[in-house]
């Protein structure tokens, strides 16, 4: 929550100090409720699975978003985002991770909350909407495996990566209704890395600025010994947001 709320902060700041012909100003705060798939291995060939072995609580995740777009052509537009992705389970594994051996019943709890930083520009604005850039995907997470019976084995790695991410985003407003229907997609492979993450969205926004947009959201994360993290998740599932527009 602190750091929405320094999101949130200078949007403030922000807006207080601009006119609002100058500068448009989109936020947006909701919830996600993916669902938790795949496997994740630290430092051994054997894998937390997340599918059979590993039973992990599908708990709301909050998502805030903020964007300033302006009219100046060559400096590209911001948009900051953050997003909580945590959530706890037990089950059993038979395996190494972090150093530690494990045998039989653990509870696992992760954390791969992350903020994105996203520079780009307004290819078409009309009705027809089409932005294209860069994000920059910084992770600040960890995993905890705990064996069950006993507290004082346990195993906690830490992820701390920033991951460089294409971005695109098209929107169809659709005219004298308020309505619009919207894709967005970041997306990077490399080196045996590949990071996707796609959103489709029905949206509603008022003539005052106050709307609604709801969703699928679709995130998978493959990760081939990145910070002696190898991994193929994928979390997916809906979301609906309050948004403001001015």
């Known amino acids: 929550m602190k750091k929405q709320l320094s999101v949130l902060a200078i949007a403030s700041l922000f807006s207080l100090a601009t006119q609002a012909d100058m500068l448009g100003v989109y936020a947006g705060y909701g919830h996600w409720k993916p669902d938790f798939k795949g496997t994740i291995a630290n430092g051994s060939t054997q894998s937390l699975d997340f599918d059979s072995n ?137 080196s045996g890395n590949t990071v996707t993450d796609t959103a489709f969205v029905l949206g509603y926004e008022t003539s005052f600025g106050l709307g609604i947009e709801g969703g699928v959201r679709n995130f998978s994360l493959e990760l081939d010994d990145e910070d002696d993290f190898t991994s193929d998740l994928e979390f997916d599932g809906v979301f609906v947001n309050a948004t403001y527009h001015f």
């Open 54 to 190: 590993i039973n992990v609580d599908d708990d709301n995740q909050s998502t805030l978003y903020i964007a300033f777009e302006h009219p100046i052509p060559v400096i590209p537009n911001i948009r900051v985002a953050d997003q909580d992705m945590s959530s706890s389970g037990s089950g059993t594994f038979t395996g190494t991770f972090g150093g530690q051996a494990f045998a039989g019943d653990v509870d696992t709890d992760f954390d791969l909350s992350h903020r994105d930083y996203t520079l780009y520009y307004e290819i078409l604005d009309n009705w027809v909407n089409l932005d294209l850039g860069l994000t920059g995907r910084k992770f600040d997470g960890y995993v905890r495996v705990t064996d069950a019976n006993n507290a004082a084995n346990e195993a906690y790695e830490t992820f701390n990566e920033t991951l460089p991410m294409l971005y695109g985003k098209a929107r169809f407003d659709l005219p004298l209704t308020g309505l619009s229907l919207s894709a967005t997609l970041n997306y990077i492979s490399h």
